[in-house]
């Protein structure tokens, strides 16, 4: 998976309680994106980082927030975890020009 | 209109078969498109990468852009078993910073027969 990590793989939470995911590359890739993936929703962007400390939102931002405090590092995080929120969380790379390489997702459900 | 449109089938073929796969799409800003290849419960891998108009070919897999009609396919030949996954079509044009914000279709599943 290019050299992308993610933690934890899978997880059961319950509604309200705040979650972390991590996305960790070794490729030292200026950018990083978060991907959510549903059925009949396809994949959605939540945010990307193009340099540490230097985050955007996406298409499905709302809920979520995210961190990069080192190249190599990309937090998200749910505030107050819902039942909407419950998904397949891709972590995504990529250089100035290559495309983006993907992780092995995080399953995460929310009860 | 959505950005990306792509038929979510399922499509099932039997081993040996020609595979289409397709998506059309409405924002002439895109200039970059590739084709992705998911297993179950794996992370998207990318399959191929083109630059404007034009085909690609490598090994069984021939991707196509048709840009005046803002359609891009992909070709498998001697289609496989190991061939059964979803294929996400995913375009872009340049955006902030030279990052690619790619936007995706919803992903077509392929099932191959032995």
């Known amino acids: 998976d290019a050299g992308i990590t993610q933690s934890p793989r899978h997880k059961v939470t319950e509604t309200g309680t705040p979650v972390t995911l991590r996305c960790h590359q070794t490729?030292?890739?200026?950018?990083m994106y978060w991907y959510r993936q549903d059925p009949g929703h396809g994949l959605r962007l939540i945010h990307y980082s193009y340099g540490v400390k230097d985050t955007d939102k996406g298409e499905v931002s709302d809920g979520y927030s995210v961190s990069r405090s080192k190249t190599e590092d990309f937090l998200l995080t749910l505030e107050s975890a819902t039942s909407s929120q419950t998904s397949v969380y891709f972590c995504?790379?990529?250089?100035?020009?290559?495309?983006?390489?993907f992780g092995p997702g995080t399953r995460l459900t929310v009860l | 209109q959505k950005e990306v449109e792509q038929d979510p089938g399922p499509l099932s073929v039997p081993e040996g078969a020609i595979v289409s796969l397709n998506c059309t799409y409405s924002n002439s800003a895109f200039q970059y498109f590739m084709w992705y290849r998911q297993y179950s419960r794996k992370g998207p891998e990318l399959l191929m990468y083109?630059?404007?108009?034009g085909n690609k070919e490598d090994g069984r897999f021939t991707a196509q852009v048709d840009k005046s009609s803002k359609y891009i396919s992909l070709f498998i030949r001697d289609s496989q078993p190991s061939d059964s996954a979803t294929y996400l079509c995913a375009m872009s044009a340049r955006g902030q910073g030279g990052s690619e914000k790619l936007v995706f279709g919803k992903g077509t599943k392929l099932t191959v027969n032995p």
């Open positions: 083109t630059y404007s108009s």
């Open positions: 995504a790379i990529s250089s100035q020009t290559d495309t983006q390489y």
């Open positions: 490729e030292n890739h200026r950018y």
